[in-house]
Nanobody, 129 residues
C-alpha cells in the first residue's frame, strides 16, 4: 500500500482544512487508516483512526482534537479524509496518514506508531495566530 497525503496549508486560527490520504491497492477497504502528526521538536502523536469492524468502521480521536476533527473514508476512491475545524496554533504540525492490516484490535492498538505497516510522506499544516 502506498499512501499520499494532500490538503495541507496555511490557515488562520479558527479556520478549517480537509486533508486527504490517497492509497493504492485493491484491498484498501480492509486496512485500518489513521492520522498522526508531528510538531517541530516533538514526537509524532496519534490524531484519529478509522478502524475496520465487521459491520463498518469505528473511529477514535485524540482528546486534543475530539469535537473538532472528523476522520472519514471513501473506499470507492481509496481515500481517507481528515476534516479539521476550529483550528488552533497548537495544531501546527506535519500530518501523516498510516495504514495497518490489523482490523479488529482495541482502540489503544491504533494509537501506537509501531503498529502501522505503511506511512505517507506527510503534509504540512500551519495555523497562524
Amino acid at each position: 500500500v502506498q499512501l499520499v497525503e494532500s490538503g495541507g496549508g496555511l490557515v488562520q486560527t479558527g479556520g478549517s482544512l480537509r486533508l486527504s490520504c490517497a492509497a493504492s491497492g485493491r484491498t484498501f477497504n480492509r486496512y485500518s487508516i489513521s492520522w498522526f502528526r508531528q510538531a517541530p521538536g516533538k514526537e509524532r502523536e496519534f490524531v484519529a483512526a478509522s478502524r475496520d469492524t465487521w459491520s463498518g468502521y469505528s473511529t477514535y480521536y485524540a482528546d486534543s482534537v475530539k469535537g473538532r476533527f472528523t476522520i472519514s473514508r471513501d473506499n470507492t476512491k481509496n481515500t481517507v479524509y481528515l476534516q479539521m475545524n476550529s483550528l488552533k496554533p497548537e495544531d501546527t504540525a506535519v500530518y501523516y496518514c498510516a495504514a495497518t492490516s490489523t482490523r479488529y484490535a482495541g482502540s489503544a492498538y491504533y494509537r501506537e506508531l509501531g503498529k502501522y505497516d505503511y506511512w505517507g510522506q506527510g503534509t504540512q499544516v500551519t495555523v497562524s495566530s
